[in-house]
């Protein structure tokens, strides 16, 4: 009888076990999860990025050109001098693009 009783009050260490495995299965899917969230994300910004990249260039392009008409106005319309001379409004000489040599 004395086997019988000792062998009821041992532990049995499967639960403890299974609750523990449990929990790093969740665990370790939750941080998978927050993982591809947070990529999501950054590829939506990069996204944006290269938009307003793109939208700043045209920006520009249109600004340069709207200047390059203001310039050539000034040469015969008065009000276009003044607004010319008050912004301090210059022509820069467009230098050729050089690209480095490769080593």
């Known amino acids: 009888m004395n086997k019988t009783e000792s062998s009821d009050n041992t532990f049995s260490p499967f639960w403890p076990l299974c ?6 299965v969740i665990i370790l ?7 591809a969230q947070q990529y999501i994300a950054s590829v939506r910004l990069a996204d944006q990025q290269v ?5 700043a260039a045209q920006t520009e392009s249109k600004l340069q050109s709207m200047m390059t ?9 008065e009000e276009a001098k ?15 693009k050089t690209v ?3 080593k």
Do not use: R
């Open 19 to 24: 609750l523990m495995a449990f929990s790093l």
């Open 29 to 35: 899917g939750w941080q998978l999860t927050i993982g």
């Open 51 to 55: 938009l307003m990249a793109k939208q």
């Open 69 to 77: 008409d203001l310039l050539l106005l000034a040469k015969t319309d």
């Open 82 to 96: 003044t607004i010319v001379a008050k912004y301090n409004i210059k022509m820069n000489a467009e230098k050729p």
């Open 100 to 102: 480095a040599p490769a």
